[in-house]
């Protein structure tokens, strides 16, 4: 039994650990803040497999726990500022080409992650979920446990207050990978 769960456990981990990672880097910008918050969301994964009734996707069922754990983070560092700038290397690597455009590609993708990381939580989520992890509406909203219209009016207003927070020329294309 014991070597079973412990079998169950590790294929999950390796099939789920770097989306899982990515969501968490995405939500709590430090690659420390991350790898903690991951951890986290394993343990309780162990904790709670046996319950686990397999009424939705075991990827669903993960990204509930990290949304959940993503939460209790987020109400505990309320009033910290959570960018900390040095996982953006690790997220966006860096281009081939022109230096400058690099460079300005760059101060844009700093800006987009500002504006996204100024969302509301539950609008900074659904971005998360639809426009960077690209999970399905369906997907999204059964992580999330809303409706899907409820995705899609969260996503249009994140996009609408992502517009109005980005103040360069180039703003429709910085956030119209994420309208999809």
């Given amino acids: 039994m014991y070597e079973e769960m412990k079998h169950q456990v590790m294929t999950i981990y390796e099939r789920h650990y770097h989306d899982v990672y990515q969501f968490l880097l995405y939500f709590a910008g430090s690659q420390n803040d991350a790898e903690d918050l991951t951890q986290e969301v394993f343990l309780r994964v162990i904790r709670s497999l046996e319950r686990f ?61 500002a504006a996204i990381k100024g969302l509301p939580p539950h609008y900074r989520m659904v971005v998360i979920l639809r426009g960077i992890k690209e999970y399905s509406v369906k997907e999204t909203a059964e992580i999330l446990g809303c409706s899907e219209s409820n995705v899609k009016t969260t996503m249009h207003r994140a996009l609408k207050l992502l517009h109005g927070q980005l103040s360069h020329t180039k703003k429709g294309e910085l956030y119209s990978g994420l309208a999809k």
């Fill in 53 to 113: 009734e397999e009424r939705s996707e075991m990827k669903t069922w993960l990204f509930a726990i990290a949304k959940h754990t993503a939460m209790n983070y987020y109400r505990k560092r309320k009033w910290q500022k959570l960018l900390s700038g040095d996982w953006l290397s690790v997220v966006m690597p860096a281009s081939e080409g022109n230096p400058a455009q690099e460079a300005e590609s760059r101060e844009d993708e700093q800006e987009l992650i």
